[in-house]
């Protein structure tokens, strides 16, 4: 059964760091950009970050710019987000997933999503 498991959220204060994993089962992100999305309550899934198979090209929304870092490691199957100096409006269960084509800043462009984790950023 092909899975996609997120990790390393929790809760951590405001200006602290967390480093996210997102580890695919067999090799379903074999030749694919990976994409991370976040979804707080009450809004819509959103794009965070996406990065290419090779990890040569990255793109972070507005809001990561700075504080995030996408990056991979194709040998384990895992993408990482470091994500530095957080804020509580980043408080989101955060998704990874494999990008199928098209925009890459939209969730309709990715499948194979895990089921998330949760990052809270309060004091």
């Known amino acids: 059964q092909v899975q996609v498991e997120e990790s390393g959220g929790g809760l951590v204060q405001p200006g602290g760091s967390l480093r996210l994993s997102c580890t695919a089962s067999?090799?379903?992100?074999?030749?694919?950009?990976v994409g991370w999305f976040r979804q707080a309550p009450g809004k819509e899934r959103e794009f965070v970050a996406h990065?290419?198979?090779?990890?040569?090209?990255?793109y972070y929304s507005e809001f990561a710019k700075g504080r995030f870092t996408i990056s991979r490691d194709n040998a384990k199957n895992t993408v990482f987000l470091q994500m530095n100096s957080l804020k509580p409006e980043d408080t989101a269960v955060y998704y990874c997933?494999?990008?199928?084509?098209?925009?890459?800043?939209?969730?309709?462009?990715?499948?194979?999503w895990g089921q998330g984790t949760q990052v809270t950023v309060s004091a």
């Open positions: 990065i290419t198979w090779s990890g040569g090209s990255t």
């Open positions: 067999g090799r379903i992100f074999s030749g694919y950009s």
């Open positions: 997933a494999r990008f199928t084509g098209g925009t890459y800043y939209r969730h309709t462009s990715y499948d194979y």
